[in-house]
């Protein structure tokens, strides 16, 4: 079986500094080491602030080097290491370092105003990409401070290299830096109130979006016109005197208030869910005609809707979680009002989130009492979850199945936390007594350095890769553990 990999910790005084750049259209990505600073001789990287005020924007031949420290010396060689869990004390001069060998690939990217929803784009470049380096097309929605414009912005990150230490040879350093520097190219177009959440779909060929606006509308987006230009720098200057003409092909004002759950089916193309804050629930179909919701809502549900997801092989059935605490299952075949077929009382609290694997019959979800929960549906009915896991302190943000590998999923919380989890990894007594904090066997990985983090997807065409936006903008990274995982999926089927 696979050793778990955790993402150890360590407590030094440190002094860093960044160097963020300006790319365009009020994007940033910073180089990975900009962020993340040599501590000293020994594969230790050093954590800047994480304070999201801290991050400003500046002219890209801004280029100067911060004297207060060598990037070659970010603590006290000989200092001894401390090992570090989420909630544990820290004096005010001390920062947190990370094992860069823990990852494989780690960048970064911010926009100008925070991104709290975001989906992963499919694109032609094919399945189960694994060589370096990789390109990766995504789409995001802001919620701007009041008064200022909100857009939904499309991205293709390309030129996404292996994270690797630095070398000591400063002149090489540079000329590889130019050639593997990330890339990222933007378009984007206004939106109508701050995107509550946003998620993609193909269908036919052509890629779609639906965005939930805080003014109380759903709309749907044609993304054929910014794909072109985020491809085709000829294209961007024609899509940037037309973009304010872009508008929705159509939009839903019937939920009447705003909400956050919206789901695409993936067995009938054109198919969503859509719930509200008033606890309400709207099915859309594509016809030939055009778009068909259901006007009239299915009900069940006595408080707000937070999330959905259709089944991944029913075609009829989707489930949806709410701040009333449950987790339901439903069947549109039958009338809206008798719909719902299946309820559990899933958690303490409010019910943020949830995911239907792929493979196997469960559900994981998880709740502002910051438990995640895993639920067999063959056993759904007794309201006993089959595995449970209290690990943040904070509510959940955000869970989601690996796409290829049923056992493992991740998670993050308002606790600053991504953590990636296995079920088939099982504890080992003899491994425990040895170790000096005590870590649910089934937890990997924590990653921390965002703050606020809101939502997290992995990319199903690129093995291992997860992606996360938090208020301080995107992290996308590889883990050591993911590799090894994928691997042995590969060998062994």
Not at 26 to 47: C, D, H, N, S, V
Not at 78 to 104: I, K, R, S
Not at 401 to 411: I, Q, Y
Request: hydrophobic fraction near 35%; aromatic fraction near 8%.
């Amino acid at each position: 079986s696979l050793s778990a990999v955790y993402q150890l910790f360590i407590l030094r005084r440190h002094v860093c500094t960044s160097q963020p750049r300006v790319i365009k259209n009020r994007l940033m990505w910073p180089r990975t080491q900009g962020i993340f600073r040599r501590a000293y001789p020994g594969g230790l990287l050093a954590r800047a602030p994480t304070s999201c005020e801290e991050v400003e924007m500046v002219d890209a031949d801004d280029s100067g080097e911060s004297d207060e420290e060598s990037p070659q010396t970010g603590g006290t060689p000989g200092e001894e290491a401390q090992v570090y869990l989420p909630g544990d004390p820290m004096g005010e001069e001390e920062e947190l370092v990370h094992d860069e060998t823990a990852y494989v690939m780690y960048h970064q990217a911010q926009t100008g105003a925070p991104c709290l929803s975001f989906d992963i784009l499919q694109d032609s470049l094919g399945d189960k990409r694994e060589t370096f380096p990789l390109t990766a097309y995504m789409l995001a929605g802001t919620q701007a401070e009041m008064g200022r414009p909100n857009h939904v912005i499309l991205m293709k990150m390309s030129n996404l290299n292996k994270t690797k230490p630095d070398s000591d040879d400063e002149d090489d350093d540079e000329s590889d830096d130019e050639d593997e520097r990330p890339q990222l190219d933007t378009v984007m177009f206004q939106h109508q109130g701050g995107v509550n959440r946003i998620r993609s779909t193909v269908v036919k060929g052509t890629h779609l979006a639906a965005s939930w606006s805080d003014k109380g509308s759903v709309h749907i987006w044609d993304l054929s016109k910014p794909l072109r230009a985020v491809e085709d720098a000829s294209a961007i200057a024609t899509f940037e005197k037309q973009k304010d003409k872009m508008q929705p092909v159509y939009s839903f004002p019937g939920h009447q208030t705003e909400g956050f759950a919206v789901d695409w089916s993936t067995t009938v193309h054109g198919r969503l869910a859509t719930g509200d804050c008033r606890k309400d629930i709207h099915v859309w179909n594509l016809q030939d005609s055009g778009w068909q919701v259901d006007q009239r809502p299915f009900t069940g549900h006595t408080q707000s809707v937070e999330d959905i997801q259709w089944s991944p092989n029913e075609a009829t059935v989707f489930a949806s979680c709410s701040v009333d605490k449950t987790v339901r299952i439903w069947d549109i075949r039958a009338a809206p009002s008798k719909a719902n077929m299946l309820t559990t009382t899933a958690h303490e609290r409010d019910v943020n989130v949830i995911s239907w694997n792929r493979h196997e019959p469960f559900i994981v979800s998880g709740g502002d009492d910051g438990v995640i929960k895993v639920w067999d549906l063959r056993q759904f009915q007794k309201g006993v979850a089959v595995a449970v896991f209290k690990h943040h302190t904070a509510p959940i943000t955000s869970v989601e199945w690996h796409p290829a590998d049923s056992t493992v999923f991740a998670a993050s919380g308002a606790d600053d936390q991504l953590t990636q989890w296995d079920l088939a990894v099982e504890r080992d007594e003899e491994g425990r007594a040895s170790q000096s904090v005590d870590v649910p066997p089934q937890l990997l990985f924590v990653h921390m350095g965002q703050n606020d983090i809101k939502e997290l997807h992995w990319h199903p065409q690129l093995p291992g890769v997860l992606i996360s936006t938090s208020h301080c903008g995107l992290n996308i990274c590889m883990t050591v553990y993911l590799i090894e995982a994928t691997y042995q999926l590969h060998e062994h089927g």
